[in-house]
């Protein structure tokens, strides 16, 4: 099919909508994107006539994170707030070979169907895959992306601890846009050095937040990326959790772009692929494992909040359970996810599964029997969303996984007690 260019006029008139995913990394990238001239807007609508419209322009058996963002791009043209001969769509492609990297054929044959054949679709992708003369990353601007990402992880992270205990509604919010604004102020400066400073002024800044002292039920997120991290996809699980007594546990998005390196060099080992590459890409994943670290530290140095496991920690988690070749989807990496939380004492787990996704329903919903057998006291639900679930249904199911969750910690906090008593029974009679 062809192709309409996003061109260097474009770049001047034209504003790219990007649909919304993570809802801290992404105001970073918007903003780091606006600061290099581009016209961009995070596509933060919802409701039913996206994924009417997704229905009616995509396939019925494509995965339903594509059918939700394509759904939300038509929705947003036929919205009637944008001039669509002054609008071009951005997606992502992941260049690997599931679906992910061929949205952009869906979308652009959506767009014919529904009569926006004129807007320009621009792939962001890493690979090579499409190019456009008015749109490209420069090493700078990947570098502040990196930045932000990281940012945004610490951010989320440090969030979900504060959010459920905060004794004023709004207060965790509140700090974790002040923080977005800051450090998107600093993109011009940041370095390495300011990276400890602002992670160090920002853990005081959380610390400081009045909050409960009663511990709640911890509950992990894992999933298909998507799913995982989209309110619009996951119909806002976070916040769900957290109207349920819960404190959601979410891992940091550069898990998954370090996955991706990590695979490269898998590919290497047991193909023999990437001949070129593979030292770049290890010197890349080290690298950034190494600004991780960063932030590990300052949570154990500071001492108030639970530091997310290191990337060598999540990756050994599943070994001698799933294969490091399992790489389609989010691949050995989720399993690994659940793996890793349910060692930090994290078992209640909430899985998400998109509709028409087979890689993750293999390495998320096909290896809990594997992993309930090594650990019994996991608590595993696996939640489809597709486009006729029902919030309602998808609501139950997690209460009932939150009822077996207090179950257990109410049968947990008897034995503790009883263990207890016991002790000073026998300190009694011992001193009698
Ligand atoms: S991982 Fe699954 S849901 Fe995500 S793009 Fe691939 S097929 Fe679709």
Request: with cysteine; aromatic share 10%; glycine share 6%.
């Amino acid at each position: 099919m062809n192709r309409v260019e996003f061109t260097k006029e474009m770049k001047k008139t034209h504003k790219i909508l990007v649909p919304m995913m993570l809802p801290i990394h992404f105001q970073f990238l918007q903003n780091i994107f606006r600061q290099n001239g581009y016209q961009i807007e995070l596509l933060q609508t919802k409701g039913q006539q996206i994924i009417d419209e997704g229905l009616k322009n995509v396939h019925n058996d494509t995965c339903y994170p594509a059918l939700l963002v394509i759904g939300q791009m038509i929705d947003a043209l036929k919205s009637g707030n944008y001039d669509t001969d002054h609008i071009a769509l951005a997606i992502t492609q992941t260049g690997g070979g599931c679906r992910a990297s061929n949205y952009i054929h869906l979308l652009r044959k959506a767009l014919k169907q529904a009569g926006f054949g004129h807007v320009p679709v621009i792939s962001v992708n890493f690979s090579k895959l499409e190019k456009n003369s008015g749109f490209k990353l420069t090493g700078s601007m990947l570098l502040r992306l990196l930045y932000g990402f990281l940012y945004g992880d610490m951010l989320m992270w440090i969030k979900n601890q504060c959010k459920p205990y905060e004794r004023h509604a709004g207060a965790s919010d509140a700090l974790v846009q002040k923080w977005i604004n800051n450090i998107s102020e600093q993109f011009n400066s940041l370095s390495f050095l300011k990276l400890h400073h602002n992670y160090k002024i920002m853990l005081e800044d959380f610390a400081a937040i009045k909050r409960e002292n009663t511990p709640k039920i911890q509950v992990g997120i894992v999933g298909e990326i998507y799913m995982k991290y989209a309110p619009l996809g996951n119909n806002e699980l976070e916040d769900f959790l957290i109207k349920e007594g819960c404190e959601p546990v979410v891992s940091g998005v550069l898990d998954f772009g370090l996955y991706c390196l990590e695979n490269t060099l898998i590919d290497h080992e047991y193909y023999n692929r990437s001949r070129k590459s593979y030292r770049f890409v290890a010197m890349a994943s080290r690298y950034i494992q190494h600004l991780q670290m960063k932030a590990i530290k300052a949570i154990r140095q500071q001492g108030v909040f639970r530091e997310p496991d290191t990337f060598q920690e999540v990756m050994e988690s599943s070994e001698g359970i799933i294969n490091r070749g399992t790489k389609m989807g989010e691949g050995w990496l989720l399993t690994s996810e659940m793996v890793a939380l349910i060692k930090s004492n994290v078992s209640n787990i909430v899985c998400c599964q998109p509709f028409g996704c087979l890689p993750n329903h293999i390495v998320a919903k096909g290896m809990t029997r594997k992993i309930k057998n090594i650990y019994p006291n996991a608590n595993i639900v696996a939640v489809d969303y597709d486009p006729s679930a029902t919030r309602v249904n998808q609501e139950n199911r997690l209460k009932l996984m939150l009822s077996n969750a207090r179950l257990t910690a109410r049968f947990a906090q008897a034995e503790e007690e009883k263990r207890a008593a016991a002790k000073q029974q026998a300190y009694a009679y011992e001193t009698r």
